[in-house]
């Protein structure tokens, strides 16, 4: 499944909103340097195309362009941060219950 938000993750469900913030943090900090290294190699072939297409414009005529790039990074870059927590999610909300 795509999680986009993280309220949208089944086990976070319950927590807050900065409670599932720190959660996926936490999850993400949890990552094997193997893991940390593909998920930015994933990242940026995601977003490479579309930093590739501003090139293509100039002066005023780039702002709409950048102001689409700046909506859909999150778009494309969140889900695969999301399904890459999923990997230490119960190890980080262990921890979370055990810190508070």
Do not use: C
Request: glycine share 4%; proline share 6%; aromatic share 8%.
């Amino acid at each position: 499944m795509i999680y986009f938000l993280p309220s949208q993750i089944p086990k976070l469900k319950s927590l807050s909103h900065h409670e599932r913030l720190a959660i996926v943090a936490d999850s993400l900090n949890r990552l094997s340097a193997q893991r940390r290294v593909m998920l930015n190699i994933i990242k940026l072939l995601l977003i490479t195309p579309l930093f590739l297409l501003l090139v293509r414009f100039e002066g005023w005529h780039m702002l709409p362009w950048l102001l689409l790039a700046g909506i859909a990074y999150p778009i494309i870059v969140l889900p695969v941060r999301h399904a890459f927590a999923l990997f230490h999610l119960d190890e980080a909300i262990a921890a979370h219950k055990k810190g508070n």
